[in-house]
């Protein structure tokens, strides 16, 4: 069966500006987390969707958002980008709360 | 939130040899999942395991939930084993908080 897509691979944005992540589950997955990766902080969650609501929050500013669509693929966007943003952001799905998440590869974003 | 410490930091090993990496965590878990980061960058969700003991080929994997502890056992280790174990207790359905996660680092 086809993994966890995640697009773009890479990214590259200029401080200010406004990015949109994409993350397609697994069939059959309907739940989707995402996470965000640095050197600093670790792995921290960020958001978790379950058939279009968000379910679960972390303790990130309001700049980041995310939705998910009726099909279960999710987006997160980050507004007004900080050199801070700089991180390997993350997708995480599972048929349901969780159990047995299987990661996609990540979206490398860099903030110049 | 709850806490989560893994041990050791770095381990280095000859192929062929066992590990044990243990993870501690401060409150009561409803979920908590064991995960290796490759060195590319992607995650393999080894085990799924609030309690009890599984195993996996090489690797087997304990939780003590009572003791707040779970263990990751990797017998005869292979240069593959290399990269970053991550342990993942959660107390709220999907939400996971991971640890700073052990290298490890397994030479030929």
């Known amino acids: 069966k086809a993994g966890v897509t995640q697009t773009p691979r890479y990214l590259i944005k200029t401080r200010g500006q406004q990015v949109t992540l994409s993350c397609s589950p697994i069939s059959g997955h309907r739940s989707v987390s995402w996470y965000q990766q640095t050197p600093g902080q670790g792995l921290q969650f960020l958001f978790e969707y379950f058939s279009e609501t968000q379910r679960n929050k972390g303790n990130f500013p309001g700049r980041f958002s995310g939705r998910q669509f009726s099909n279960s693929r999710s987006e997160m966007n980050v507004s007004t980008l900080e050199l801070g943003d700089s991180a390997l952001y993350l997708c995480?799905?599972?048929?349901?709360?969780?159990?047995?998440?299987?990661f996609g590869s990540g979206t490398r974003l860099t903030v110049v | 939130g709850i806490q989560v410490e893994q041990s050791p930091p770095d381990l280095i090993l000859q192929e062929g040899a066992n590990s044990t990496l243990r993870c501690n965590f401060s409150d009561s878990v409803n979920n908590l999942q064991w995960f290796h980061q490759n060195p590319w960058g992607q995650l393999i969700n080894l085990f799924y395991?609030?309690?009890g003991t599984k195993q996996n080929g090489r690797l087997s994997a304990t939780t003590v939930a009572t003791e707040r502890y779970s263990l990751l056992y990797i017998s005869s280790s292979q240069t593959t084993d290399s990269g970053v174990y991550f342990c993942?207790?959660?107390?709220?359905?999907?939400?996971?908080?991971f640890g700073e996660g052990t290298q490890l680092t397994v030479n030929p």
């Open positions: 993942a207790p959660g107390t709220s359905g999907s939400r996971l908080t």
């Open positions: 395991i609030p309690s």
């Open positions: 995480a799905t599972s048929r349901d709360n969780g159990y047995g998440y299987t």
